[in-house]
């Protein structure tokens, strides 16, 4: 197979997979995954897993960037046998729109619809875990219909509250911790998606598929007040 | 065992961060200057991952509640011994019933406090940095606050007796208000307008206020890509530049998130990064152009420089 390698700095590397994000692309990206997991080379430190690429941290000490691309380029040569494992189904509930999502409003005026209609469209489809970045847990998804499509806010927000559900472009996704970010928010969801004490520490993994249900203030409180109970 | 009597700015326990988890968005936190750490660590004959304090401008009280060997590396923010000046860089012996304490920041913006046997805190995912925003790892996931009491990891006999020969030091690098920063083209680098190219590599931007252990903003000319693209998200690391919509860079810090969906001009190479960690809102700082080559080579020749040290320390140690 043939990918491109860039640096990302001088301690690690970026294996681009493919141009544009799709099934085939992320199909691959959990083969070299799975591949690197088994076979981790001594050089490398970790590896991050995108949309269309993965990164691979390494130490420069041991090896130079030439000599990484080298080795990748060898290794990825046996990636391609590895079948990943099937995708498990997620559903999330979500408390739409008010409080729990303050840029509904803009995203539907910014598409023409009503509120109800970018709510019937977010929880009409099942989405994609294509990575897991930015903050601890959080989901990349993708299939999301480009009809609710909205750009990222002009500068990033201060302070995000945990378990936002919000669109940026052409993306979806879900904030596990309160932090800044540049998301339009839609909703919130009462599940953690963050598990430090588990030794896997993401709800969702690379791979798989998800769908959004639409519950209502009394049922988001309900079910929160259940997560706070199971996880303290 | 020590006692916070004021938090002082912002203290947490960090050691050289969380590494494997970022494929599960966990973000890898540790120092922010990891040069500073790792002296301050060999300095006082832990290993150089063990964790230590990392005190930030307005410096904490510290009370030691039993005799301890230290030691101070990073910015100079006037550390006082019982109100008495005491130099940064070298072990330093303390009696218990001692405070420490500290007083303008003459240097830098953040330093080291590093105690023989290491801060004992648990460590979660193998680290025991802290990370604030998830309440995770070091002491109790949050910055310390006055009336925290700290246990400290055993200390080797060797460990103990090897301060008395107080009036060696190693050097401090030299850290600046206004550094030159040396970089690697970012992978969208090529994207940037000619102009913006240009002035990133040219002007000089000076630290924002809102600048923290996540990320550092920047002011100066604004930077924008020659054509306006969504980008897909990917891998960012220690020292990525990263242009939001509003053309103002940010250099991603110890507390980054594991990726971005904004282009990156720039990575600041590795053995700059503690200059940068080092800088203080309104300093200046200028960008200039290295290749990878050349900053893995600059990497190796500070490694070699940490090894001279680490056997001139040991030979320092075992000569008192």
Same mark, same amino acid.
């Given at each position: 197979?043939?990918?491109?390698?860039?640096?990302?700095?001088?301690?690690?590397?970026?294996?681009?997979?493919?141009?544009?994000?799709?099934?085939?692309?992320?199909?691959?990206?959990?083969?070299?995954?799975?591949?690197?997991?088994?076979?981790?080379?001594?050089?490398?430190?970790?590896?991050?897993?995108?949309?269309?690429?993965?990164?691979?941290?390494?130490?420069?000490?041991?090896?130079?960037?030439?000599?990484?691309?080298?080795?990748?380029?060898?290794?990825?040569?046996?990636?391609?046998?590895?079948?990943?494992?099937?995708?498990?189904?997620?559903?999330?509930?979500?408390?739409?729109?008010?409080?729990?999502?303050?840029?509904?409003?803009?995203?539907?005026?910014?598409?023409?619809?009503?509120?109800?209609?970018?709510?019937?469209?977010?929880?009409?489809?099942?989405?994609?875990?294509?990575?897991?970045?930015?903050?601890?847990?959080?989901?990349?998804?993708?299939?999301?219909?480009?009809?609710?499509?909205?750009?990222?806010?002009?500068?990033?927000?201060?302070?995000?509250?945990?378990?936002?559900?919000?669109?940026?472009?052409?993306?979806?996704?879900?904030?596990?911790?309160?932090?800044?970010?540049?998301?339009?928010?839609?909703?919130?969801?009462?599940?953690?998606?963050?598990?430090?004490?588990?030794?896997?520490?993401?709800?969702?993994?690379?791979?798989?598929?998800?769908?959004?249900?639409?519950?209502?203030?009394?049922?988001?409180?309900?079910?929160?007040?259940?997560?706070?109970?199971?996880?303290? | 065992?020590?006692?916070?009597?004021?938090?002082?700015?912002?203290?947490?326990?960090?050691?050289?961060?969380?590494?494997?988890?970022?494929?599960?968005?966990?973000?890898?936190?540790?120092?922010?200057?990891?040069?500073?750490?790792?002296?301050?660590?060999?300095?006082?004959?832990?290993?150089?991952?063990?964790?230590?304090?990392?005190?930030?401008?307005?410096?904490?009280?510290?009370?030691?509640?039993?005799?301890?060997?230290?030691?101070?590396?990073?910015?100079?923010?006037?550390?006082?011994?019982?109100?008495?000046?005491?130099?940064?860089?070298?072990?330093?012996?303390?009696?218990?019933?001692?405070?420490?304490?500290?007083?303008?920041?003459?240097?830098?913006?953040?330093?080291?406090?590093?105690?023989?046997?290491?801060?004992?805190?648990?460590?979660?995912?193998?680290?025991?940095?802290?990370?604030?925003?998830?309440?995770?790892?070091?002491?109790?996931?949050?910055?310390?606050?006055? +009336?925290?009491? !700290? %246990?400290?990891? =055993? &200390?080797?006999?060797?460990?103990?007796? $090897?301060?008395?020969? @107080? #009036?060696?030091? /190693?050097?401090?690098?030299?850290?600046?208000?206004?550094?030159?920063?040396?970089?690697?083209?970012?992978?969208?680098?090529?994207?940037?307008?000619?102009?913006?190219?240009?002035?990133?590599?040219?002007?000089?931007?000076?630290?924002?206020?809102?600048?923290?252990?996540?990320?550092?903003?920047?002011? +100066?000319?604004? !930077? %924008?890509?020659? =054509? &306006?693209?969504?980008?897909?998200?990917? $891998?960012?690391?220690? @020292? #990525?530049?990263? /242009?939001?919509?509003?053309?103002?860079?940010?250099?991603?810090?110890?507390?980054?998130?594991?990726?971005?969906?904004?282009?990156?001009?720039?990575?600041?190479?590795?053995?700059?990064?503690?200059?940068?960690?080092?800088?203080?809102?309104?300093?200046?700082?200028?960008?200039?152009?290295?290749?990878?080559?050349?900053?893995?080579?600059?990497?190796?020749?500070?490694?070699?420089?940490?090894?001279?040290?680490?056997?001139?320390?040991?030979?320092?140690?075992?000569?008192?």
């Amino acid at each position: 197979m043939d990918y491109s390698f860039s640096p990302l700095g001088d301690q690690a590397i970026v294996i681009e997979v493919g141009t544009a994000i799709n099934e085939h692309t992320q199909k691959e990206i959990l083969a070299i995954s799975s591949f690197l997991e088994a076979n981790s080379p001594q050089w490398m430190t970790e590896y991050i897993p995108a949309f269309t690429t993965i990164s691979v941290v390494y130490n420069p000490l041991l090896i130079n960037f030439e000599d990484v691309k080298k080795e990748l380029a060898a290794l990825l040569e046996g990636a391609s046998q590895i079948t990943p494992s099937p995708p498990r189904t997620v559903e999330i509930p979500v408390c739409y729109g008010g409080d729990h999502g303050p840029d509904l409003e803009f995203v539907a005026q910014h598409n023409g619809l009503s509120t109800e209609e970018v709510i019937a469209i977010h929880t009409g489809t099942s989405y994609t875990v294509h990575m897991i970045g930015f903050a601890p847990g959080f989901p990349y998804l993708g299939g999301m219909s480009e009809k609710i499509a909205a750009p990222r806010r002009q500068s990033p927000r201060v302070s995000i509250p945990e378990r936002s559900v919000g669109i940026a472009g052409n993306q979806t996704g879900v904030y596990p911790i309160s932090t800044p970010g540049g998301w339009q928010l839609i909703g919130r969801t009462p599940t953690r998606l963050f598990l430090p004490k588990k030794e896997i520490p993401s709800l969702l993994r690379a791979g798989d598929t998800i769908v959004f249900r639409r519950i209502t203030a009394e049922e988001y409180q309900t079910l929160e007040e259940k997560e706070n109970a199971d996880h303290t | 065992m020590l006692t916070i009597r004021k938090s002082g700015m912002q203290t947490t326990v960090q050691d050289l961060g969380r590494t494997g988890f970022q494929q599960y968005g966990v973000v890898a936190s540790g120092a922010m200057d990891p040069y500073a750490l790792r002296m301050a660590n060999l300095l006082v004959g832990n290993e150089e991952n063990a964790a230590a304090l990392e005190i930030t401008l307005m410096g904490p009280s510290i009370h030691f509640v039993e005799d301890h060997v230290i030691s101070i590396c990073g910015g100079n923010l006037t550390p006082q011994l019982d109100s008495k000046v005491v130099g940064c860089w070298r072990a330093i012996p303390v009696a218990k019933g001692q405070a420490l304490t500290f007083g303008k920041p003459r240097t830098g913006s953040r330093c080291y406090v590093a105690v023989a046997g290491g801060i004992d805190v648990p460590a979660v995912m193998g680290s025991r940095s802290t990370y604030t925003r998830a309440e995770l790892g070091g002491y109790q996931g949050r910055a310390l606050e006055s +009336g925290d009491q !700290l %246990a400290i990891g =055993e &200390a080797s006999a060797v460990q103990k007796s $090897a301060a008395q020969n @107080g #009036s060696w030091f /190693v050097p401090s690098p030299s850290y600046s208000s206004n550094p030159v920063i040396r970089i690697t083209k970012g992978r969208q680098f090529e994207l940037f307008s000619e102009q913006s190219r240009k002035h990133f590599l040219s002007e000089t931007f000076s630290v924002n206020s809102q600048s923290d252990r996540m990320g550092y903003r920047l002011d +100066g000319p604004r !930077l %924008a890509l020659a =054509e &306006a693209q969504e980008m897909t998200s990917e $891998a960012v690391v220690f @020292g #990525s530049i990263q /242009v939001p919509v509003d053309g103002n860079p940010i250099i991603l810090m110890a507390d980054r998130q594991t990726a971005g969906g904004y282009p990156k001009i720039a990575e600041v190479v590795t053995v700059d990064l503690p200059l940068i960690s080092q800088l203080k809102p309104g300093d200046r700082l200028r960008f200039k152009e290295v290749s990878v080559e050349e900053a893995q080579h600059l990497l190796k020749l500070q490694e070699k420089k940490i090894n001279r040290l680490k056997r001139a320390i040991k030979y320092k140690r075992e000569e008192t």
